[in-house]
C-alpha cells in the first residue's frame, strides 16, 4: 500500500510530456523555406538552426553550410546550431542527440558537436571523420538536465576543409524527456489527497485530517517538502504497525 500511496502522489505532481524521440530537424523541401523549418514541442522553446560564421549553401532537404575552416583544428567561432529553452514549471532531460552528416568534395573533413547551457560548454563529442558519403553520429547526453530558464544550444562544427566546400546536415534528433515540475505550494494538496485515498483504502470512512506546516488549522495545505515527508513516513509506520488495533492506531498516527 505504502508503494501505491508513493506512486499516487507522484502522479499527481509530475508526469512526462514527451519521451525518447523528443524532437527532429530534417530540413524538409527547398531552402530558405526547408532550412527555417522547426518542430514545435510543447512547453519547449525551440530555435531554428542557425549559421555562425559560415556560409548558406542551398540544398533541399539537407541544411547545408559553406566555407568552414581550412586549418587543422577546430575553430570554435565556426558552427551552425539551435537552441532549446523548457518553459516555466517543466524540465528537459535529454538522453541522446543524433544526426546524420556527410561533405562536398571539398568540405570540412573533421567534425565535432558540443552542448553548452547558458553559454557555458558542458560536454563535446569526439571529434568524427565526415565523408562525401551521408553516414550517422551519436552524442550520448547522459540524462542531462535542463531547468526553466536554462538555455540549451547545441552547436556543430566543421574544420580541415580543402576549399569552400560544404557540411551538410540531416535527421538531427534529440532523444529525451520534458516533465512537469509541481509548484511547492501543490504540495499539501497532493498529500492530502494521497492520505485521504490511503485512509479510505483502508477503512472506507476514516478520513484523516492534516495540519499545515505553519499549524494553521487541521485542513491547511500550506505544507512543503518537510510535511510530505512526514506523511510518507506515516505511510511507513501504518505499514510497519502492529495488527491488534489498527483503526485505533490509525486515528492516533495521522498527523502531520
Known amino acids: ?26 530540413f ?25 560564421n559560415v556560409g548558406v549553401a542551398s540544398q533541399a532537404d539537407l541544411f547545408s553550410s559553406s566555407q568552414w575552416t581550412q586549418a587543422g583544428a577546430l575553430d570554435p567561432t565556426e558552427y551552425v546550431g539551435f537552441t532549446l529553452e523548457p518553459e516555466s514549471g517543466w524540465q528537459l532531460v535529454l538522453d541522446t542527440i543524433t544526426w546524420d552528416t556527410s561533405r562536398s568534395s571539398t568540405g570540412p573533413q573533421w567534425g565535432q558537436v558540443a552542448l553548452f547551457r547558458n553559454g557555458q560548454s558542458l560536454l563535446t563529442s569526439d571529434p568524427f571523420a565526415i565523408t562525401t558519403t551521408l553516414g550517422s553520429q551519436s552524442l550520448d547526453l547522459a540524462d542531462f538536465i535542463g531547468d526553466a530558464g536554462d538555455l540549451l544550444e547545441f552547436r556543430f562544427h566543421g574544420w580541415n576543409a580543402t576549399g569552400t566546400g560544404n557540411l551538410r546536415l540531416d535527421n538531427v534528433t534529440v532523444n529525451g524527456s520534458l516533465t512537469a515540475i509541481p509548484e511547492p505550494s501543490s504540495l499539501g494538496l497532493m498529500a492530502s489527497a494521497a492520505l485521504g485515498w490511503l485512509a479510505w483504502r483502508r477503512r472506507g470512512s476514516f478520513v484523516p485530517s492534516l495540519r499545515s506546516a505553519s499549524g494553521r488549522g487541521a485542513l491547511g495545505f500550506g505544507f512543503g517538502a518537510p510535511a510530505l515527508r512526514r506523511c510518507l513516513r506515516q505511510i511507513r509506520l501504518v505499514e510497519s504497525s502492529p495488527g491488534s488495533d489498527k483503526r485505533a492506531w490509525t486515528k492516533s498516527r495521522w498527523r502531520v
Open 28 to 52: 524538409p523541401g527547398p531552402d530558405p523555406a526547408g532550412d527555417a523549418t522547426v518542430p514545435v514541442i510543447e512547453h519547449l522553446a525551440v530555435s531554428p538552426f542557425a549559421r555562425v
Open 1 to 26: 500500500m505504502k508503494r501505491i500511496a508513493c506512486l499516487f502522489i507522484g502522479t499527481l505532481g509530475w508526469f512526462t510530456l514527451q519521451a525518447a524521440g523528443l524532437l527532429m530537424f530534417d
